[in-house]
């Protein structure tokens, strides 16, 4: 199974990923026009854009893993898939601008003042550097540096999921599921560092 | 009987009579169909046009049957509402459980069209069919050491999926003072549109409080407690910081996670604009004498 997906794979070039990214979105505007999101398909094409971008950075920390652990090589579609979740997440903060607030002034006001909503937006602020970068004239142009700025990741989705906890009303199971998925992922990182490398980067990490 | 509430909030009633007869011309009018048509639900205008009954019905808050906002409608079918009794107890000359058929043979039920407001800064208009809390309140004969009244949602474990997960500490309960249990539009109900009320909106019986956020207007009534000691409410019990015991509609003072200073009307589809929101909800003519002299920054 794992190689028949990773030779598949292979063939699959990422610049599909780009084709079939936008497919969703124009699935959900279709049906929030047509009744199929609901009464109120603001709020619910704010929360399914989220949440798909969500899932597909969890997708990107869960490669270098499921390599590791799985022999699953998904590696080659790393970048796009980050890109990917980036465009999600922009659609994402854009319903919430101009559809869901709507008035300039507060705006400003819940960033400032609403918790989830300011680490919603550092989470974001945290991913447009990565994804200004996510181009091969970048990749050469910094060299290491690359490395050491896409580190922003963890802390982005980390941010992410935490805004979707925070922004649940009550005790509820899902944000905590990806909450806790999220924690997972950066973990089995952590360990693996400070085994393989004393301690010293993971320590001054983590 | 308690005072009655007279307002009968229709349009001719909230818009002034001039007004209202220029917008019933401009109706009758092709042109001013298509116009009312574009001007949407207005309620800045004074007038109060109803939800669908599809609006009302699909879009609730009923975490007994889970969180999603569809969850209760696709899940409440599940509730079995017949018979349904009503344990009325504490400070009463009468307690005891009630039957809710004989509670609405003594009850007169009407029409109510109430704004309805979450503190998700999301509003609807309800055409509510209920009868009076005060009603109910002197079939039961209140003592006079009363203060409060508490009150508390079935918990039946068996029909209510969403209590498996400890989102709530269930059961839901809730509370007003008695003064404000017994003001003329606190409203017990038991349909929407003339038809019962569907198990997502809080079948049989529900609490309609219209000056404060939707949460305090309790679901699936059990139990109607009076107390001279404020009650806890379950949301309060979450989390105090964000939910006081009053939670009055209240466009000043500001909820840490929504801004409550406009909402958006369900029904606008993608481009419903936001409207701002009245202090009461729009009810501070009936219902800010209640709370004279209170600080309600502080008492929120």
């Known amino acids: 199974m794992v190689n028949w997906i990773n030779s598949v794979s292979r063939r699959l070039p990422p610049w599909l990923l780009y084709m079939v990214a936008p497919l969703p979105v124009a699935w959900f505007l279709y049906l929030g026009f047509t009744g199929g999101l609901g009464v109120e398909p603001i709020r619910a094409l704010e929360h399914k854009l989220g949440e798909l971008g969500l899932q597909i950075l969890l997708l990107v920390l869960a490669i270098t893993p499921l390599r590791r652990y799985a022999g699953l090589n998904l590696l080659r579609f790393r970048r796009a898939l980050g890109l990917v979740a980036f465009f999600y997440i922009t659609l994402h903060l854009l319903v919430w601008l101009v559809l869901d607030v709507q008035i300039p002034a507060q705006i400003w006001a819940d960033i400032v003042k609403r918790p989830y909503i300011t680490i919603g937006m550092l989470a974001f602020v945290l991913m447009i550097p990565l994804a200004l970068t996510s181009n091969n004239l970048s990749v050469r142009r910094l060299g290491k540096r690359w490395r050491k700025l896409h580190w922003l990741t963890y802390p982005a989705v980390l941010l992410g999921s935490l805004h979707f906890v925070l922004l649940t009303k009550g005790f509820q199971m899902e944000p905590l599921l990806y909450l806790g998925a999220t924690v997972l992922l950066l973990a089995l990182r952590l360990k693996k560092r400070s085994l393989g490398r004393l301690g010293t980067v993971g320590g001054a990490r983590g | 009987m308690a005072f009655r509430w007279k307002?009968?909030?229709?349009?001719?009633?909230?818009?002034?009579?001039?007004?209202?007869?220029?917008?019933?011309?401009?109706?009758?009018?092709?042109?001013?169909?298509?116009?009312?048509?574009?001007?949407?639900?207005?309620?800045?205008?004074?007038?109060?046009?109803?939800?669908?009954?599809?609006?009302?019905?699909s879009y609730n808050n009923y975490y007994e049957f889970g969180t999603g906002k569809e969850d209760p409608k696709a899940y409440a079918g599940a509730l079995t509402t017949k018979p349904w009794t009503v344990t009325i107890d504490g400070l009463v000359d009468s307690p005891g459980d009630y039957a809710l058929e004989d509670i609405l043979s003594k009850m007169t039920v009407e029409e109510r069209i109430y704004r309805f407001r979450c503190v998700e800064a999301w509003s609807m208009v309800v055409p509510w069919n209920g009868f009076e809390l005060a009603d109910l309140l002197e079939l039961a004969g209140v003592q006079s050491g009363a203060k409060y009244v508490?009150?508390?949602?079935?918990?039946?474990?068996?029909?209510?999926?969403?209590?498996?997960?400890?989102?709530?500490?269930?059961?839901?309960?809730?509370?007003?003072?008695?003064?404000?249990?017994?003001?003329?539009?606190?409203?017990?109900?038991?349909?929407?549109?003339?038809?019962?009320?569907?198990?997502?909106?809080?079948?049989p019986l529900r609490l309609v409080v219209p000056w404060k956020y939707g949460f305090k207007s309790i679901k699936s009534i059990v139990r109607v407690t009076l107390t001279d000691s404020e009650p806890?409410?379950?949301?309060?019990?979450?989390?105090?910081?964000?939910?006081?015991?009053?939670?009055?509609?209240?466009?000043?003072?500001?909820?840490?996670?929504?801004?409550?200073?406009?909402?958006?009307?369900?029904?606008?589809?993608?481009?419903?604009?936001?409207?701002?929101?009245l202090m009461f909800n729009g009810y501070e003519q009936e219902v800010a004498a209640l709370y004279d002299g209170m600080d309600l920054s502080k008492s929120f």
Not at chain 2, 30 to 38: C, S
Not at chain 2, 151 to 161: C, K
Not at chain 2, 242 to 271: C, K, L, M
């Open chain 2, 150 to 203: 508490a009150f508390e949602t079935l918990y039946r474990p068996e029909e209510m999926r969403g209590t498996a997960y400890p989102v709530l500490d269930w059961p839901y309960v809730e509370g007003l003072r008695l003064d404000e249990a017994v003001n003329p539009l606190t409203l017990l109900a038991t349909g929407i549109y003339g038809k019962d009320i569907p198990n997502q909106n809080g079948a």
């Open chain 2, 7 to 57: 307002g009968d909030l229709k349009d001719h009633h909230v818009t002034d009579e001039a007004h209202w007869l220029n917008r019933r011309q401009i109706i009758g009018g092709a042109a001013g169909i298509a116009l009312a048509g574009l001007a949407g639900r207005s309620q800045a205008a004074g007038t109060l046009e109803p939800n669908s009954w599809e609006e009302i019905t």
């Open chain 2, 232 to 277: 806890p409410t379950s949301w309060n019990k979450a989390n105090p910081r964000e939910y006081g015991f009053y939670s009055n509609v209240n466009p000043q003072v500001d909820h840490p996670r929504w801004s409550q200073a406009t909402e958006r009307p369900i029904g606008g589809g993608f481009f419903a604009k936001r409207q701002p929101t």
